[in-house]
């Protein structure tokens, strides 16, 4: 049976995972504290607005544009509503207020060597989509997950999960299983997860970040091209979507109607297939 097996957010874009056993959906249709910051390259006077501008533009200070983020470990609490940084090889940590971030933006502006703020956004979250309105959760599977890194040997499968870094984690299924949630252009695929509605919409196209060690940054070299003549080779017969237009795209993006706005998600959760219907955006 399908089930839900593992929930993780990323409270600040581009950082650690944090790992949960639940999650609410917000109004706005994401998983609570996911993408609720981001690091900006500008000072904190200066004026962001998210609505208007793509969370993939050049004011993100994130993995696809500078290998130093993944050399910061963070640990967030929910319920202090603290952030603690760490650079990897270093001892000492430091924790910030996230509610007054005025020591956490001179703490990135130094570790960058250039102006930089955590800027927050609990509408939808900062994520690549929220302009079309589509912020909610990305789904992989467990087998695909042990799939892809079967083509990678010297890496390791919490090393491809964090690289890849999915929102929602289906057990239970087949590989390539979430490629079933992506129809045409034109149209979402229905689903159920517990008792919340999702629709999936678009495949998700990767960038530089699986090629990089989550740890270090360091580039694995030739990442890109193994894995598009795998993800080729291993293509499912009958994927015929035509929102797979390349072969690197992996994992599905969704998005969360307002009917279900409110509800819970729980590790252990089912999880049903229902149906296409039309859905542009």
Request: a negative charge; charged letters at 30%; hydrophobic letters at 30%.
């Amino acid at each position: 049976m399908a089930e839900l097996r593992r929930i993780t957010t990323y409270p600040i874009k581009a950082l650690d995972p944090f790992e949960r056993t639940e999650g609410r959906i917000t109004e706005g249709g994401t998983i609570e504290h996911d993408r609720e910051y981001a690091i900006l390259a500008k000072p904190a006077d200066e004026p962001y607005e998210p609505e208007t501008e793509s969370a993939s533009s050049g004011d993100y200070i994130n993995g696809k544009r500078t290998d130093a983020v993944h050399r910061l470990r963070s640990l967030f609490d929910p319920g202090a509503r603290t952030l603690t940084l760490r650079v990897r090889g270093e001892i000492d940590s430091r924790t910030f207020d996230l509610e007054d971030r005025t020591e956490l933006n001179a703490w990135l502006t130094d570790y960058f060597d250039h102006p930089a703020s955590a800027r927050r956004y609990t509408a939808s979250g900062h994520h690549d989509l929220h302009k079309h309105d589509i912020s909610g959760p990305s789904v992989i599977s467990t087998a695909t997950l042990r799939e892809v890194a079967s083509w990678f040997p010297d890496i390791g499968l919490d090393s491809i999960r964090r690289r890849f870094r999915a929102n929602l984690e289906i057990d239970g299924v087949p590989p390539f299983w979430e490629d079933r949630l992506v129809a045409d252009h034109g149209e979402a695929v229905a689903f159920r997860i517990g008792d919340v509605k999702l629709e999936g919409i678009e495949p998700c196209e990767r960038c530089v970040v699986p090629s990089r060690d989550p740890d270090t940054g360091e580039v694995y070299d030739g990442f890109s091209r193994r894995f598009t003549r795998k993800r080729g080779e291993t293509r499912p017969e009958w994927l015929d979507s035509d929102r797979f237009d390349n072969d690197f795209r992996l994992m599905t993006v969704t998005n969360i109607p307002e009917s279900e706005w409110g509800k819970t998600l729980h590790v252990g959760d089912a999880v049903e297939v229902i149906g296409t219907h039309p859905y542009t955006f």
